[in-house]
């Protein structure tokens, strides 16, 4: 199957300071990936949109000046978590589009810990 | 919007038993897509089934089924001859087919514990 690989798998950071996480589709071009964040033995909540080429589309209540996404190839998707603190601590899922037949296919995700 | 219903939190099931799943969803749209995900405590997302809605016939993977009724808006998963391995959360999801109702909105699944 097609293969989705993120970046780092975990990451400690102090607060104030920001954390990119990378998503990369390593054998597809999806035009269209998904980040979501996920608490403990809760369910995958959508941030975010992020399209090649264009802005990504925010979910509603989602900072986009804190959560910036960048989708600037067919392959790669960031999201960088800026200025974190404590409540932003979690896990981030990102997930990419492939269109033939059309499935979705998910990173192993990124455990954020702020201190 | 979409919504996606899974009621219940846990289930349990022994080892080489059948295990029912339970999904219900609302939607207004006529055309989309269903699926289940595994989490393992990994929390590697795995796809275990996809259903498209035009098509009338249950998808099955294996030992894993579906009984998907689009007047009820039921999409159920069957486990077949449970493994200790297919303890995992369950996710029930919907996505439509364009624009803003293409995005995979989850239920808020189910824990699956299998006894040896």
């Known amino acids: 199957g097609a293969v989705v690989s993120q970046h780092p798998s975990w990451v400690i950071c102090k607060s104030g300071t920001s954390v990119k996480i990378e998503c990369r589709s390593l054998?597809?071009?999806?035009?269209?990936m998904f980040w979501y964040r996920q608490f403990p033995k809760q369910s995958l909540m959508l941030m975010a949109t992020?399209?090649?080429?264009?802005?990504?589309?925010?979910e509603q209540g989602v900072e986009k000046d804190k959560f910036l996404i960048n989708h600037a190839s067919l392959t790669l998707s960031t999201l960088t978590v800026t200025s974190a603190h404590p409540e932003d601590s979690s896990f981030y899922i990102c997930?990419?589009?492939?269109?033939?037949?059309?499935?979705?296919?998910f990173g192993s995700g990124t455990q954020l810990s702020v201190l | 919007a979409q919504t996606v219903t899974q009621s219940q939190p846990e289930m349990s099931v022994q080892e080489a038993e059948t295990v029912t799943l339970s999904c219900t969803y609302d939607?207004?749209?006529?055309?989309?897509?269903l699926f289940w995900y595994k989490q393992p405590p990994s929390r590697q997302m795995i796809l275990v089934i996809r259903?498209?809605?035009?098509?009338?016939q249950n998808a099955t993977e294996n030992r894993f089924s579906v009984n998907f009724q689009k007047a009820a808006k039921s999409f159920s998963l069957k486990i077949s001859d449970s493994q200790l391995g297919d303890a995992a959360m369950y996710f029930c999801?919907?996505?439509?087919?364009?624009?803003?109702?293409?995005?995979?909105?989850f239920g808020k699944g189910i824990t699956l514990s299998v006894r040896p």
């Open positions: 997930s990419a589009l492939w269109t033939g037949p059309e499935k979705l296919f």
């Open positions: 054998d597809f071009q999806a035009t269209t």
């Open positions: 992020s399209n090649e080429g264009s802005k990504a589309t925010y």
């Open positions: 939607t207004s749209e006529s055309d989309y897509y």
């Open positions: 259903q498209e809605a035009y098509k009338q």
């Open positions: 999801a919907y996505r439509g087919y364009t624009g803003a109702n293409s995005k995979l909105t």
